[in-house]
């Protein structure tokens, strides 16, 4: 099941199915990231651009972004 967080201006796209848990995200944006937490991602710890930034560098893909119309 995939999961889909929102600021408004973009939203993330979380595939469990397909990450590889490498951490890459927690440790670039630790404020949005949080595993132990539930929700584990809290979107509204970073700016757009640092979102778009980091999920970027995601190695395997699970996370994404589109931009909200």
């Not at 600021?7 to 993330?12: M, R, S």
């Not at 970073?46 to 999920?55: G, R």
């Amino acid at each position: 099941m995939n999961k889909e967080y929102s600021n408004g201006e973009i939203t993330i796209k979380w595939q469990p199915k397909i990450c590889q848990h490498a951490g890459v995200c927690v440790k670039i944006l630790p404020k949005v990231y949080n595993p132990k937490a539930s929700p584990w991602i809290d979107i509204e710890n970073a700016s757009t651009e640092d979102l778009e930034n980091q999920v970027s560098q995601c190695p395997s893909g699970a996370l994404s972004y589109y931009e909200n119309k």
